[in-house]
């Protein structure tokens, strides 16, 4: 029995080898703690941008948590005025969800109204700007300009990792 569940532990240590380097486009082995970043394409950065505001509006915490970059490698997310975001609370990853669930309870809507993608800067990230119509039970809908980044990956989920915004 223990002979059998050797044999069975090292050819499974051999295929996750095998597949774990074969994934990797450099021959160096990589798993989901190891992202593999590539060049963000517009319709996946919109895509993402989409993701974010549907899951804002509706209060889905698991997705808005996942749309942003995790505390490793999270910049800022930023906003002027009502529901102000700014400074050193702007770069707290911790705090992001709270920020959002209290926006969803004075039931806060974004809804984008232009949106472009400038590209990527390397393979390291996606920039993009928007200008959206933000309202809330304590706002008055209002216009609001701004600006992002994203980072994508080969082997996992494309994250925000920079959002600010202002009131235009």
Same mark, same amino acid.
């Given at each position: 029995m223990t002979r059998a569940l050797t044999c069975l532990s090292l050819? &499974?240590?051999s295929v996750l080898l095998a597949s774990s380097t074969a994934a990797g486009s450099s021959g160096r082995s990589s798993?989901?703690? /190891?992202?593999?970043?590539? &060049?963000?394409a517009a319709v996946?950065?919109?895509g993402l941008v989409q993701r974010f505001v549907t899951s804002f509006i509706r209060g889905d915490l698991p997705r808005l948590g996942a749309?942003?970059?995790?505390?490793?490698?999270? /910049?800022?997310?930023s906003t002027h005025g009502t529901g102000e975001r700014l400074r050193a609370r702007a770069?707290?990853?911790?705090s992001l969800v709270t920020y959002f669930v209290a926006r969803h309870r004075r039931g806060e809507g974004l809804e984008v109204t232009r949106f472009r993608f400038n590209g990527p800067n390397g393979v390291a990230y996606g920039n993009f700007e928007f200008t959206l119509v933000r309202r809330a039970s304590d706002l008055d809908p209002a216009r609001y300009d701004g600006k992002g980044a994203t980072r994508?990956?080969?082997n996992a989920p494309d994250v925000?990792?920079?959002w600010s915004m202002g009131r235009a």
């Open positions: 050819g &499974a240590i798993t989901i703690d /190891e992202p593999i970043h590539k &060049a963000c996946e950065v919109r749309v942003f970059q995790q505390e490793r490698g999270f /910049e800022w997310y770069t707290h990853r911790r994508c990956f080969s925000i990792f920079v």
